[in-house]
């Protein structure tokens, strides 16, 4: 069974999720405290990775070894001096990707390909697809930086989008009716096709996108 992973990369807080195959539905992976948000802050003892998520955020105010907000800096040349080590917003974001998804490998099956909570090992390899979204103001220089840390991460994304986009996606998703959600899988089903065999399908696929143009769907009001 393939997954399909979602990162929201967040300022104070970040999730992981995942999209089964067998459902179709997105569901948020709790951490490895239980937890379905990750405080994104880093604890350093010398150059090492001492804690990321809550064990990090409680020893704020107890000592100076600690990164967080630094999404605020990503794309710039902003350097963080923490214990005496020299970091990057790319370097802690990367820190935190490793860490979410760390705890993704270990408590849902398929994940990786590795045995989940349950201990039933996944069918699948990596995920096929990773997403994360990033704020709609992103420059492109902070948009290249988030690649970059989860390539630092090990992580191949396929893909950025935008938060209000991601938001907005589900909602239309899940409160539309049927006919707008089987259009919504033929779109994609298209999209995914055209990009393998664009010369083929070119002709066809305009043929139903105007089909579903033209039908009379008013009350729709996404676009």
Same mark, same amino acid.
């Given at each position: 069974m393939a997954y399909f992973i979602g990162?929201?990369?967040g300022t104070t807080y970040s999730v992981i999720s995942f999209l089964g195959?067998?459902?179709g539905r997105p569901k948020i992976i709790h951490n490895d405290v239980g937890d379905n948000t990750t405080p994104s802050c880093i604890l350093f003892e010398g150059d090492s990775v001492l804690y990321v998520g809550k064990e990090a955020k409680i020893q704020i105010g107890i000592t100076d070894n600690? *990164? !967080?907000r630094f999404k605020r800096d990503m794309g710039s040349s902003q350097k963080y001096i923490i214990d005496g080590h020299t970091h990057t917003p790319t370097t802690l974001s990367s820190?935190?990707?490793?860490?979410?998804?760390k705890d993704a490998y270990s408590m849902v099956?398929?994940?990786?390909?590795t045995a989940g909570k349950n201990g039933a090992a996944g069918e699948s390899g990596d995920p096929s697809e990773v997403v994360i979204t990033v704020p709609a103001n992103f420059a492109h220089e902070a948009?290249?930086?988030?690649?970059? *840390? !989860?390539?630092?991460a090990g992580i191949k994304v396929?893909?950025?989008i935008d938060e209000p986009t991601a938001a907005a996606l589900y909602y239309a998703f899940e409160n539309r009716p049927l006919w707008f959600r089987l259009i919504w899988?033929?779109?994609d089903v298209l999209r995914r096709v055209i990009s393998r065999f664009p010369h083929v399908m070119r002709y066809y696929s305009c043929q139903i996108f105007a089909l579903i143009a033209y039908c009379p769907f008013q009350d729709c009001q996404l676009f």
């Open positions: 990162i929201d990369l195959e067998t459902t600690i *990164a !967080a820190e935190i990707i490793k860490k979410i998804y099956d398929g994940v990786g390909g948009r290249v930086a988030t690649k970059e *840390a !989860a390539k630092l396929v893909k950025l899988m033929v779109s």
